[in-house]
């Protein structure tokens, strides 16, 4: 059996690592030239612990290899981005292109897989837009015919792709019974979690659910902080607190909600049932506030300086990742020295050799060590609580103003 993967980023990259090293014959598949050579060189693109040899071992082997083009496979999994377009809706452009490709090469009996999370509907979808290309080809089950379809979200944690991508559970849903169950064994190869079987709508909801969740308690820790900013309580201990009770669990406050799934996926709820969703909607909004007060707050403490130093800690999009995609830290950084023209904004971030160009274009924004970035700073602002910035020493913050969005020096 051969299958091929649509999409070698951060999750079609692992998934058909973690299918060739069970045997398989794998091809994936990348639109980007430079991406597809490096990966064929055992090389992985992007930062993620422990991963590397992983890759390199199946490549070296011979089961995984990456190419432009797509093949013909007994499976396919789509694993390519769903961004949202300016209105919040979901954007099926690499959708539809991946849909292209792969019906050119179906004969009959492959089972399609969606991984990409996507609105409720979109497999289906995804299959009408193969099936109008390929009038010959059937959604029936169990015809010479048949194409299978499915949905099986992806739940990994970036940073612990490792060890999650092997034992989280899956919600896999079936476009028909008989696709649904295809799409398990599929998974069963190298999952060791529960693979639980259900609709497509309902595990294209379901993914859309967890975000979603994760999404409206940060926003309950954010609302909050600034609640216990203005009452003078502090809002670290507040949650540690109230998480003694037995079924209470707050997540963390900070400067905002960034990546491409938290902040994006609860927006695809919103857009399928716009009147209803209004939680849901409002999670989303409080939380894309939070930067706004976070640069309120430093604005009126520079008040008091003429020409005032910023050490600005972290800009990654969270703790312990060189990721500075969809980042609420780094566009503080960028508003913060738009607005105070006069300062000067030290950005410490260790997860990365150099500053993003956007960021380097700016004149009043300079890249510089943690240490010495704190030590030349009239105000310090803790943005993104990376490993070694808690090992900053409290000495170091003497006579600074310290403006702290995670808690670190509580
Ligand atoms: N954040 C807080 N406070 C917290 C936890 C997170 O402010 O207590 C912030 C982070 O700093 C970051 C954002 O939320 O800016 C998102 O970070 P995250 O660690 O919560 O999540 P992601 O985006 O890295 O991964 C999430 C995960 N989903 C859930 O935990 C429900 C992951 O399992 C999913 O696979 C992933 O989204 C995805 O691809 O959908």
Redesign the pocket.
Known sequence: DTVSVIGLG??GLPTAAFIASKGIRVYGVDVKQSHVDQINRGEVPFYEPDFEATLAGVVHKGNLSAQTETPHADAYIVAVPTPFTDDHNVDTKYIEAAAKNIAAELTGGELIVLES?SPPGTTEKLADMILEQRPDLSLEDGRQNSVYFAHA???????RIMV?MAE?DRVIGGVTPRSGQMARDLYATFSNGELLVTDARTAEMA?LT??S???V??AF??ELSIICDKLGIDVWELIDLANHHPRVNI?????????????V?PWFIVAAAPEEAKLIRWARET?DAKPKYVINKVMEKAERFKAPVVAALGIA???D?DDLR???SLNIVKELAEKLPDAKILVAEPNVEQLPEDLTAIENIHHENFDDAIEAADIVLML?DHAPFKEIQREQLDDKVVIDTKGVWR
């Not at 979200?153 to 940073?159: A, K, Q, S």
């Open positions: 951060y999750i999370t979200p992806e739940r990994v944690l970036p940073g999650e989280n993914k967890e975000n969740f994760r999404d308690n940060i820790a954010n997540l963390q406050p900070g400067p905002g909600v960034g990546g491409h799934c938290i902040a996926d939380n999009f969270k703790p990742i969809e980042s609420p993104v």
